[in-house]
């Protein structure tokens, strides 16, 4: 339910709302807008009566809100969400396409700030690189680690690039939280609760892969356990699903994102990446995916992909990467 306040209400009529809700043994959650506060009721039972607020001084309206995913919803919070990075330096769910470009993976030093120049030349605002690696096979290159996440510190300070990084588990996020600007969740951990729950803890955005193979619906209740912990600062990303096909290593959902838009305020990044799994596939798929209205994309680059520890093939050249700026540049939709 959404308790929607006249724009003449005062802070003491949303506060008797929120006393109200609380007394009910409910939880009361404040939503500012563009024109007037809004309070959504969280943990009510089932339908509730809208007379039980009507009465009280400043109330607008009360509307119900039909979907299981409350704080994700629309219905909850009309206006779109915006993420702010540094002092409003850059922001993801604004008027411009956000690039995060980098690595799958932090392999040295070298490698991390010789790409991150080339992706800050191209035009990216954050440089994305795992320092913890969710393999699928256990011999495979895991990452870093801490040396990885001082890798990505040393990224931001020599060229102002943000940081989105993974947490791959619940005991790595305190040090991911303490060394990203974004802490991204991955496809494999979309559903991994304890983990959403400590991400919904940070002070940090976070970037929330859809499970490869999660409903939309799935997808946004993983949101809401995030969000359900306090932490508003959600970015839904579409990285491709599991199909039949073979010429892709996944199948890239792009009416996914109209969908979520709808129903949803929260910022859509696509990864076309992971989606195609090579890289031939990459440039066309992140044109497609930025004229869908995408509020950004997270795009695998390397400069030596052939020796890349993971992702290679479907790591852009920088060239290319530049190629594919200058081409959403064209499009006139990107910075
Ligand atoms: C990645 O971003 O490198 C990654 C592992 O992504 P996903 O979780 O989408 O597979
Ligand atoms: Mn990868």
Redesign the pocket.
């Known amino acids: 339910m959404l308790i929607v306040m006249r724009q003449s209400a005062s802070d003491h009529d949303v506060q008797k709302v929120i006393d109200r809700i609380e007394s009910l043994g409910w939880e009361a959650k404040k939503i500012p807008g563009e024109e007037r506060v809004a309070i959504g009721v969280l943990r009510n039972p089932g339908q509730t009566d809208p007379a039980l607020f009507l009465d009280i001084a400043g109330v607008r309206d009360v509307i119900p809100v039909s979907k299981p995913y409350k704080l994700v919803s629309r219905e909850m919070h009309p206006d779109n969400t915006t993420i702010s990075l540094g002092d409003g330096e850059v922001v993801i769910g604004g008027d411009r396409l956000v690039v995060m470009a980098g690595p ?2 932090v392999e040295s030093e070298k490698q991390a700030l010789d790409i991150a120049r080339e992706v800050k030349k191209g035009g990216a605002l954050l440089f ?1 690189g ?1 320092a913890f ?2 393999r699928s096979s256990p011999y495979s290159f895991q990452g870093l680690g801490r040396k990885g996440l001082e890798i990505l510190a040393k990224v931001r300070e020599e060229t102002g690039l943000f940081i989105v990084t ?1 947490a791959t588990d619940h005991d790595v996020c305190d040090l991911v939280e303490e060394f990203s600007d974004i802490i ?1 969740i ?4 979309m559903q991994n609760y304890r983990l959403l729950r400590r991400a919904g803890q940070a002070r940090k955005p976070v970037l929330l ?1 859809r499970g ?1 193979s999660a409903t939309l619906d799935e997808f946004f209740m993983a949101a809401e356990y995030i969000m359900s912990e306090g932490n508003s600062q959600v970015i839904l ?1 579409e ?2 699903i599991r199909t039949f096909v073979k010429h892709s290593r996944n199948t890239l959902d792009l009416n996914a994102v109209p969908f979520i838009k709808r129903e949803s305020h929260l910022p859509v990044v696509v ?1 076309p ?2 989606a195609a799994g090579r890289r031939d596939q990459v440039i066309p798929l992140a044109r497609a995916a930025a004229a869908t209205g995408v509020d950004g994309l ?1 795009v ?1 680059v390397h400069n030596d992909p052939d020796r890349a520890l ?2 290679g093939p479907q790591s852009l050249y920088p060239e290319q990467f530049s190629e594919m700026m200058q081409d959403l540049r064209r499009m006139n939709i990107a910075m």
Do not use: V
């Open positions: 799958c993976a994305r795992g690696k969710p993974e991204q991955g496809t494999r951990n892969k490869m990303c990285r491709g990864d990446s992971h997270i695998e993971s992702d």
